[in-house]
């Protein structure tokens, strides 16, 4: 069972590295044309955008870990480390890192938490997160709180590893990932614990479709909680049950669908 840590015993009392931060305008869930692409978004509290190193840029150069610092802007933590060329970056935090760790990015080292190599020498059964899908394009899949993914065999090319998911896709040998699991993986046990709190972290109030006229959505109009029909988008296209997966290169890398 995970242990449950609190945050202000094991993230470090220092502000942001300043070198690392970017300031973004909000959208307000609205796309280049002004209009609203993106439902329920707006308001919420001033944040700055952490610049992550999700790659490998930095290759055969060891690193300490000198801060585990809280993201505005994602579930997990991030780790600050200072290369031994003087160079500090963010990083994903693995779970149970200590400030003072050292790590290193290269081809093959020691399975060590923290540690980044290619999938090709990472032995059976090790759980891995910020996995690459294509070589050198940098960690694209398995980020989020808590998450990890499961070496589960290798074969002609291809690393066989199972997902959160319980999906089981092939990736390419010469692929990057990180040893461990992401931090933070009691972020799905936190209550937000009033509607305030989620206005301020930039969501707007959602109504249900069956309180609404007919006019404005095909659930609406049906006197109290009467549907009738099949879940559908306030647009009309079906909701539940429906293949949204469009046609991907990386639809023959999948062994086993998720259930």
């Given at each position: 069972?995970?242990?449950?840590?609190?945050?202000?015993?094991?993230?470090?009392?220092?502000?942001?590295?300043?070198?690392?931060?970017?300031?973004?305008?909000?959208?307000?869930?609205?796309?280049?044309?002004?209009?609203?692409?993106?439902?329920?978004?707006?308001?919420?509290?001033?944040?700055?955008?952490?610049?992550?190193?999700?790659?490998?840029e930095k290759l055969n150069?060891?690193?300490?870990?000198?801060?585990?610092?809280?993201?505005?802007?994602?579930?997990?933590?991030?780790?600050?480390?200072?290369?031994?060329?003087?160079?500090?970056?963010?990083?994903l935090a693995p779970y149970?890192?200590?400030?003072?760790?050292?790590?290193?990015?290269?081809?093959?080292?020691?399975?060590?938490?923290?540690?980044?190599?290619?999938?090709?020498?990472?032995?059976?059964?090790?759980?891995?997160?910020?996995?690459?899908?294509?070589?050198?394009?940098?960690?694209?899949?398995?980020?989020?709180?808590?998450?990890?993914?499961?070496?589960?065999?290798?074969?002609?090319?291809?690393?066989?590893?199972?997902?959160?998911?319980?999906?089981?896709?092939?990736?390419?040998?010469?692929?990057?990932?990180?040893?461990?699991?992401?931090?933070?993986?009691?972020?799905?046990?936190?209550?937000?614990?009033?509607?305030?709190?989620?206005?301020?972290?930039?969501?707007?109030?959602?109504?249900?479709?069956?309180?609404?006229?007919?006019?404005?959505?095909?659930?609406?109009?049906?006197?109290?909680?009467?549907?009738?029909?099949?879940?559908?988008?306030?647009?009309?296209?079906?909701?539940?049950?429906?293949?949204?997966?469009?046609?991907?290169?990386?639809?023959?890398?999948?062994?086993?669908?998720?259930?």
């Amino acid at each position: 069972m995970t242990k449950i840590q609190n945050p202000k015993e094991i993230l470090s009392r220092k502000e942001p590295e300043k070198r690392l931060l970017l300031a973004f305008g909000k959208k307000g869930g609205r796309g280049q044309n002004g209009r609203i692409t993106i439902r329920h978004r707006g308001g919420g509290v001033k944040r700055l955008y952490r610049i992550v190193d999700f790659g490998q840029e930095k290759l055969n150069v060891p690193g300490k870990v000198i801060a585990l610092e809280y993201d505005p802007n994602r579930t997990a933590y991030l780790d600050l480390i200072e290369y031994q060329d003087g160079e500090r970056r963010y990083i994903l935090a693995p779970y149970q890192i200590k400030v003072g760790a050292e790590i290193i990015c290269t081809e093959k080292t020691e399975i060590k938490i923290g540690n980044r190599m290619k999938l090709k020498n990472i032995p059976i059964g090790t759980q891995v997160f910020n996995i690459e899908l294509e070589p050198g394009k940098g960690g694209k899949i398995v980020r989020s709180a808590g998450a990890s993914a499961k070496v589960l065999a290798q074969e002609d090319g291809f690393c066989h590893l199972e997902m959160p998911s319980k999906e089981v896709r092939k990736i390419f040998w010469d692929c990057f990932a990180t040893i461990g699991q992401v931090s933070h993986p009691e972020w799905k046990f936190q209550d937000i614990g009033k509607a305030g709190s989620r206005r301020l972290k930039g969501w707007r109030p959602q109504v249900r479709g069956i309180a609404m006229n007919p006019v404005d959505h095909p659930h609406g109009g049906g006197h109290g909680r009467a549907k009738g029909m099949q879940p559908k988008t306030p647009w009309g296209k079906p909701a539940r049950g429906v293949k949204t997966r469009k046609k991907k290169w990386t639809k023959k890398l999948i062994i086993k669908r998720r259930k």
